[in-house]
């Protein structure tokens, strides 16, 4: 016993050790790098462990901790940057900040034509550069590794070939192309030399060449001068903007408040659609729950029945709609569902003459129809499952007395067998209800939403409100509306949680059923 | 807090080792590209010294991982993408212009490197890709000299009780539907004074626009064209000889192969006298507009990508046509690929600013409308139209 105690120590020192020595090796890169806020995250997660590990009071956290990790990376993470999200402008031509979007519009640089370059020599060892020399029609130019234009007299150079090419300066050699790439090019393509009205940088691998930036900041006034035109663009709230309106590319990422939850309230496009997709919503989720757990539900309490034979056979066939990825079946349940060359309406022709034609998928309610249906298909395995296992749960003695008592089928199913089966299966309900109220990929792979209720509103018929921030997000006006279908995302966040949370309350009374037995 | 938030996805994922670093070009290319930029990158630093790192992303994640990376400092230097990203990220301010060397632009195809521009040149585009007339010539041994022709033919040939289609194309898709809207004149976005694309000037329900799409409608009406042709469905009626034309890609030449069928690639007839104008989609290189390596990667993209020798590479890997002239030229005596480059020759590029991210819901709409018989042409487009502009804010 001792000696397991030792082991187990010295394993957890061993360990913890490492731990530590990763974290602050992990920390240390973060600094090199300049990633300050990264610093804390490593040795703040080192010293939690060694305090899960170490402290005999934290011991039931032991087990709860991993859980709770995932938990914040996973769930708590995500719902906070998307409330985040939904108070900024983030969308297309918002998404730098604005320091960033200074500092592109900055570097931007006209393009001369034809474009002037000058070869140069560096100087120097591969661990120090001394000098950088280019030569131009005006004469040879000294170059610090600082950026800055040095005299040439400050220099002492060999020049014994008289070519204008040094082949030392103070005492250094040229270095060649490969050295000086591997060696200096990171410090040197930072550098932007002063050069008449825009600068020299570094432009190929053996040339500077001479740029003229396209816009100027000025911090007096907060704009950019466009130095072709002279035009001023004054930093807006989120953008740069001329007087007469016109606007630069790329704007910047802001905090708005509530304005974004206004623009759902005002602007019509947004909300117009809103009450349609979330009536269909309750509705998809509702009669998705409901169809597939009374189609499942009946089907265990037939194959419950021992006296029914080959009941191992039907089980296993009824259970193949469950083991078929739902990303094939769906597919091929829309080919079936195909107006001109479906299955269904190929069948429904041939019995009934040509010209029938069920537009299955074209048309709001068949649409509607179609994908209930499709997913009744897909789950009732699932609540069949689960309703036999729960069925087996009850105890037979219930039902003798209740015959004895002169109970009919249908009283000992309403009174008995109901009842018992909700108080386990009420909560995976509720589960399958804001599973489907959020199901995205069956409406995705089967009519992304369609058909069109209202052309140009993203919202179809069969959208979802997932589904619709879906659009919002990925197909909005100028690309991707990002802090719009955070907003929406919010919203069914919130309704989700109050469905969810008053359903689990009423549950709570279910289970008064049970402890009464 | 953005920042942040990545840094610490970053560090879950383990990813630090991918940002772009001064001195070494880090590459962002998907399985089929990735192997020809390994190699060009081996050649690269073989030569200079400077290191080439190529990590795999999937096609369709790359903008949207770009997106994010990019502004952190955590983004490559290139991506390989399309040219209809590039008004979306231009306007985010993530690429860098580029200036190309005038004896390299006069060998690139000139509506590729049109395609690319947004206000600047922001991209090197390789391959270039449209609709054409794809047909079985068993069924119709040559294509007719006109649509009409080709119209009387499905006539004939038509019977949705077998099933048997003479002609489809992929329904409601605006995509491949957009020839019998160009035809007649019919447009997405307006040309400015400065050749920029204006946003405001939509062209949606323009009479052009409205008279092919009557064209199109009447094809419906008369049963010739059946509606919700899908992709999984026409591919399919294609594969077992069911279709003797459509309008289709380079894309759908694989499965037609695949199955036995021999397939012949020839423009889109004319409509009327009118010559359909496919949308052109490029495919090429962007370079972020956060990479410390511009002096290298221009190096490395003008004088190893854009070779003969390169594209040609590219193109055995990918074979779409080659929107560098010299190994286009090289390439050109495959009929089909001849056919293809013929169609999309009379095309447009798809408008590449991100106001058309706006435009493919509404107008796909109103063309599932005119397929299904639901509303007039002109009412439907006009709708369309309307939407956008509210979106967009023209009035």
């Known amino acids: 016993m001792r000696f397991d105690g030792l082991g187990k120590t010295l394993l957890k020192i061993a360990f913890l050790s490492l731990l530590g020595a990763g974290a602050v090796w992990w920390a240390a890169l973060a600094g090199m790098v300049g990633d300050w806020k990264v610093i804390p995250f490593p040795i703040l997660g080192a010293a939690g462990i060694a305090y899960l590990l170490l402290s005999p009071r934290a011991y039931p956290l032991r087990y709860l901790a991993p859980g709770l990790f995932f938990l914040v990376v996973m769930v708590l993470v995500p719902v906070v940057y998307n409330v985040y999200i939904s108070f900024t402008n983030y969308s297309t031509g918002h998404i730098l900040s604005k320091e960033q979007a200074i500092e592109v519009l900055t570097s931007k640089e006209i393009p001369s034509s034809p474009p002037v370059r000058y070869p140069f020599v560096a100087y120097g060892t591969p661990d120090y550069l001394h000098v950088i020399v280019l030569s131009t029609p005006e004469g040879t130019l000294f170059v610090t590794p600082r950026g800055e234009l040095a005299a040439p007299e400050a220099y002492e150079i060999i020049d014994a070939d008289g070519d204008g090419i040094p082949e030392e300066v103070d005492g250094y050699r040229s270095l060649d192309t490969r050295t000086f790439l591997r060696a200096h090019y990171a410090a040197v393509q930072r550098i932007r030399v002063p050069w008449k009205e825009g600068w020299l940088r570094l432009a190929t691998l053996r040339e500077f060449g001479y740029f003229i930036p396209r816009y100027r900041y000025d911090p007096a006034r907060d704009a950019l001068v466009d130095q072709r035109t002279g035009k001023v663009y004054y930093a807006g709230p989120d953008r740069f903007v001329a007087e007469d309106g016109e606007a630069l590319d790329p704007g910047w990422v802001r905090w708005v408040g509530l304005a974004n939850y206004l623009r759902f309230i005002r602007e019509p496009r947004f909300h117009r659609a809103f009450g349609r997709v979330f009536a269909w919503n309750i509705v998809w989720a509702v009669l998705s729950v409901v169809l597939s757990f009374a189609l499942g539900l009946a089907l265990a309490i037939l194959l419950n029945d021992r006296h029914l034979r080959f009941r191992r056979l039907y089980r296993s066939l009824l259970i193949v709609p469950y083991a078929i990825p739902a990303f094939i079946s769906v597919l091929i349940w829309k080919g079936f569902f195909n107006t001109n060359v479906g299955l269904f309406n190929q069948v429904l022709q041939s019995w009934l003459g040509s010209s029938l034609r069920v537009p299955w998928l074209d048309d709001p309610f068949w649409a509607r129809f179609s994908l209930i249906f499709t997913n009744i298909w897909l789950t009732y395995p699932y609540m069949m499952l689960v309703s036999l296992g729960a069925l087996q749960a009850i105890p037979g003695e219930l039902y003798e007395a209740a015959a004895i008592d002169g109970a009919g089928p249908w009283q000992r199913f309403t009174r008995i067998t109901f009842p018992l089966l909700m108080v386990s299966i009420a909560p995976l309900l509720i589960g399958s209800f804001s599973f489907n109220f959020n199901n995205f990929t069956i409406i995705w792979l089967m009519t992304q939403g369609g058909p069109v209720v209202e052309i140009g509103s993203q919202a179809g018929a069969t959208d979802i409100l997932l589904s619709y921030a879906y659009k919002l997000a990925f197909y909005g006006a100028r690309g991707n509306e990002y802090s719009m279908a955070a907003v929406f995302g919010v919203i069914v966040f919130a309704i989700v949680a109050v469905i969810s949370g008053i359903s689990f309350t009423h549950t709570k009374a279910l289970e008064e059923v049970s402890r009464g037995l | ?395």
């Open chain 2, 1 to 395: 807090m953005r920042r942040l938030m990545l840094a610490v996805a970053l560090l879950v994922l383990g990813a630090l080792a991918f940002a772009a670093e001064p001195g070494k070009i880090l590459i962002w290319a998907d399985d089929t590209r990735a192997p020809v930029f390994e190699a060009l990158g081996k050649a690269y630093t073989e030569a200079t010294g400077i290191p080439v790192e190529v990590v795999e992303v999937g096609f369709n994640e790359i903008r949207g991982q770009f997106t994010t990376a990019a502004p952190a400092g955590e983004g490559p230097d290139i991506i390989i993408g399309a040219h209809d990203w590039v008004g979306e990220l231009a306007a985010n301010g993530l690429l860098a212009e580029l200036v190309l060397p005038e004896e390299l632009k006069a060998k690139f195809d000139a509506v590729a490197l049109q395609a690319f521009t947004y206000g600047a040149l922001y991209g090197l585009p390789y391959a270039r890709e449209g609709v054409a007339l794809v047909y079985n010539k068993a069924l119709l041994p040559e294509v007719p000299a006109t649509f009409e022709e080709l119209i009387e033919f499905a006539r004939q040939f038509t019977d949705p009780t077998v099933p048997q289609y003479g002609f489809a194309v992929q329904n409601p898709d605006p995509y491949h539907e957009f020839p019998f809207l160009s035809a007649f004149g019919g447009y997405i976005f307006g040309v400015d004074e400065e050749g920029k694309l204006n946003p405001c000037d939509i062209g949606l329900d323009s009479p052009g626009a409205i008279e092919g799409a009557e064209y199109l409608d009447a094809l419906f009406e008369e049963g010739i064209l059946a509606a919700g042709m899908g992709w999984d469905i026409w591919t399919g009626l294609f594969a077992e000889g069911r279709i003797a034309a459509v309008i289709t890609g380079p894309w759908a030449i694989g499965i037609a192969k695949g199955a036995g069928i021999d397939v012949g690639v020839a423009p889109i007839p004319p409509m009327k006298g009118h010559t359909p104008k496919p949308f052109v989609g490029v495919q090429g290189v962007m370079v972020s507009a956060f990479s410390p390596n511009l002096p290298l990667v221009e190096d490395f993209l003008y004088n190893y990508f854009a070779t003969k020798e390169a594209q040609l590479k590219m193109y055995e890997r990918d074979p779409r046509i080659p929107a560098f002239i010299p190994a286009y030229e090289e390439v050109a005596d495959d009929p089909i690929l001849r056919g293809f480059a013929e169609s999309i020759a009379n095309g447009v590029p798809m408008p590449n600013i991100p106001e058309m991210a706006s435009v493919w819901g509404a107008w796909s709409d109103a063309m599932a409308a005119i397929g299904n018989q639901e509303l007039e042409p002109a009412s439907a487009l006009k709708q369309a139209a309307d939407a956008i502009r509210e979106v967009l804010g023209c009035k």
